[in-house]
């Protein structure tokens, strides 16, 4: 039985995979602060979910505290395999309250570089980028080879600074390493500060849904099930050593289709049965009018392939949200 430590693990992403991996026979020691960055009654939900196996152990505290990551490694670990989730989420959140982010983005991160730095027989740490680090990119869709210098958020500077860090520590210390760049996640156990589930609660409650960019958005909508499913992939599959080359990678996670905002509110209705009042708006600072992923080397390296389109796939959510928060 593997023995798998998931940071972020009462977070969206955190825990589908987390429950993914218990299902297949891994043992998960699940570490997040739980802060109130959102509604922490949901991740506590989401731990409850987890604690029904057996083979999940939850352990509370920052990432970005070193003693407490030390306390872990001494008293749960050591960690040979990582999924490291936890960070700071939210372009918008980044203008607000930018210490936050250096703080668990970039010393959260140092920290789990330095616990697997340090550990004998270390075989891979895969972690979340983001893609926001794409910022003003024209050229679509999105590839891991475009230039990625001139960030346009915060969270996406200290995502990208993420990956700078994991490239130097691979170089260095010769750590196995995977950078995930996600694109726009969806489904049940959704976050809340994101549009998904905006978009849902301002329907069903008659609210205004306001549209940025006078709505014309398009975002590449990826299903969280095909997101697990590239997470353990390249858990499963680290990269291979190379002569001179540091073995650090990074891959794009998404669904490898751009859809128009509006098709995605369209579906939402239609699963709430009721229409939404949109207020046009014009684009906010930090925010990109398009995201498309090419996976291309997802799929070359490690099979990845979604398949769950908007159609199957927001039924499939809005049937979730209806039940965790009681709408009819």
Known sequence: MNRILVTGAAGFIGFHVARQLLERGDAVIGFDVVNDYYDPALKQARLAELAAYPAFTFVKGDIANRSAMEDLWRVQGPFTRVIHLAAQA????????????????????????????HTEGFEHLVYASSSSVYGGNRALPYSVDQDVSRPISLYAATKRADELMSHSYSHLFGIPQTGLRFFTVYGPWGRPDMAPIIFARA??????????????????????????????????????????????????????????????????????????????????AGDIEETYADVTETTEAVGYRPTTTIEEGVPKFIAWFKQYYGTN
């Open 203 to 284: 329907i069903a409650e008659g609210r205004r849904l306001p549209l940025f960019n006078g709505g014309h958005m398009k975002r590449d909508f990826t299903y969280i099930d095909d997101i697990v499913s590239g997470v353990i992939a390249c858990l499963d599959n680290p990269p291979a050593r190379q002569a001179g080359e540091a073995l650090a990678r990074i891959l794009n996670i998404g669904n490898n289709r751009s859809e128009n905002l509006l098709d995605f509110v369209r579906l939402i209705e239609r699963e709430l049965g009721r229409k939404a009042e949109i207020e046009l708006l014009p684009m906010q």
């Open 90 to 117: 939210g372009v918008r959140y980044s203008l607000e309250n930018p210490y936050a982010y250096v703080q668990s983005n970039c010393m959260g991160h140092v920290t789990v570089l330095e616990m697997c730095r």
